[in-house]
């Protein structure tokens, strides 16, 4: 079975443009997370979406927004893109929500701002 | 709020050397434990989970016990690989204040394994 992929792997971008990006989970999962990962640092919590309604949000600001459609794919969106949004762009899925519900994680999306 | 706190990095071993990579948490409530993984390039794996005090969790030779009086989960193997090279993340996804399986990240520990 496939696991979560995501796309693009590499992106470059230049500041004040916007990015989206695709998300598609392993097959019966219905919730999807995202996390930023800046260099040499752990994945910060972005967004979670299950059942297409938003379930959680981390500590960032309005310029990211996500969405999540009824095959449970995702996207994520940024706007306006500053130099610090340059990172690695995890993708998680997991069969539902909880504590205990492992997270199964993506390849991630790179994404450089100049 | 709820954190994780790692040992530094970079640790340099060799093969068959004794890995201890420690890790601490902070919660408010009781939270479910994790030590992922992370290969040059990839995404994270998951390793191995806790989920109540007490609990080892463990997968290919790694092991790491939910020690509630320590607030501690620290990662173990007997005898580590070059193939173990990789950075290691300990998480928690809190059970309290309706959670919903979000996962809280440490900084990461670097392992490097020589031949």
């Known amino acids: 079975d496939a696991g979560v992929t995501q796309s693009p792997t590499h992106l470059i971008k230049t500041r004040g443009q916007q990015v989206t990006l695709r998300c598609s989970p392993i097959?019966?999962?219905?919730?999807v997370s995202w996390y930023q990962q800046v260099l040499g640092q752990g994945p910060q919590f972005i967004f979670q979406?299950?059942?297409?309604?938003?379930?959680g949000r981390g500590n960032f600001p309005d310029r990211f927004s996500a969405r999540q459609f009824p095959n449970y794919s995702s996207e994520l969106n940024v706007n306006a893109l500053l130099l610090g949004d340059s990172a690695l762009y995890l993708c998680?899925?997991?069969?539902?929500?909880?504590?205990?519900?492992?997270?199964?994680f993506g390849d991630g999306t790179r994404l450089s701002i100049l | 709020g709820d954190s994780v706190t790692q040992m530094e990095g970079p640790v340099t071993l060799s093969e068959e050397a004794f890995l201890t990579i420690n890790c601490t948490y902070t919660a408010t409530g009781y939270p479910s434990l994790f030590w992922y993984v992370q290969y040059p390039g990839e995404g994270l794996q998951l390793l191995l989970k806790a989920t109540k005090a007490d609990d080892k969790g463990s997968n290919k030779g790694f092991e790491a016990t939910y020690r509630k009086e320590t607030t501690s989960f620290h990662l173990e193997k007997g005898s580590v690989q070059v193939s173990d090279s990789a950075v290691y993340f300990c998480a928690l996804s809190d059970r309290d204040g309706g959670s919903q399986g979000n996962l809280i990240f440490g900084k990461g520990t670097k392992l490097s394994v020589k031949p």
């Open positions: 097959s019966g999962h219905k919730s």
């Open positions: 979406y299950y059942e297409k309604e938003e379930r």
């Open positions: 998680a899925s997991s069969l539902a929500l909880g504590p205990n519900q492992p997270q199964h």
